[in-house]
């Protein structure tokens, strides 16, 4: 038994995990995800938003077992080898909560801890059927990145928050 992580190329978390039985894993990350991987949430009032993640934002790699993943993708992520190639081991995220927050205009990413150097971070946010994807960093000494959006719709939004070496976040955000 094989196990295929799919992962974004820009955070290295892994957004999806499958194992593969008798077979090679596979290694084109649309063969497994078509055009989009779609990560639902729920929000209330049985609605529920989608998340597009598009294929060319995705990598898949073929990583030691890890049993974890398959439960909790999001806590885990890939990490490349100087040549740009993916470790075969995942790494575990460190876990972080609150400090995620929403308005028509912003999403605000805030780390419990001061960042020892640039860090990336991506936020997507549902739209009705549009999903925004914002990108940005927190500078080295930091501790938050606030990416500008334009929200059209109101209430709760599914929120993916990815910051670089922290445990990835979906979850359903009111604007406040």
């Given at each position: ?7 974004v190329?820009?955070t290295g ?7 593969v039985t ?10 497994l ?6 990560l ?30 398959l439960?909790g ?11 740009a ?7 575990s ?17 805030a ?14 946010i ?13 500078p ?6 606030q ?15 990815l ?14």
């Amino acid at each position: 038994m094989s196990l295929s992580a799919v992962y974004v190329a820009d955070t290295g978390h892994v957004v999806g995990a499958l194992t593969v039985t008798g077979a090679s894993p596979p290694n084109a990350v649309a063969s497994l995800v078509g055009a989009e991987l779609p990560l639902r949430i729920s929000l209330d009032a049985g609605k529920t938003a989608t998340i597009a993640l598009a294929a060319r934002q995705l990598a898949v790699a073929a990583v030691d077992d890890e049993p974890g993943v398959l439960d909790g993708p999001l806590g885990f992520g890939v990490e490349l080898t100087p040549d740009a190639k993916p470790k075969p081991a995942l790494s575990s995220l460190r876990s972080w909560s609150g400090g995620l927050t929403l308005t028509a205009s912003a999403c605000t990413l805030a780390l419990p801890v001061e960042t020892t150097r640039l860090t990336p971070v991506r936020a997507l946010i549902s739209d009705g059927e549009q999903t925004h994807v914002l990108a940005g960093e927190i500078p080295a000494g930091g501790k938050q990145a606030q990416l500008p959006v334009v929200l059209t719709g109101t209430g709760k939004h599914g929120v993916l928050a990815l910051v670089s070496g922290w445990a990835g976040r979906l979850e359903a955000l009111a604007v406040s």
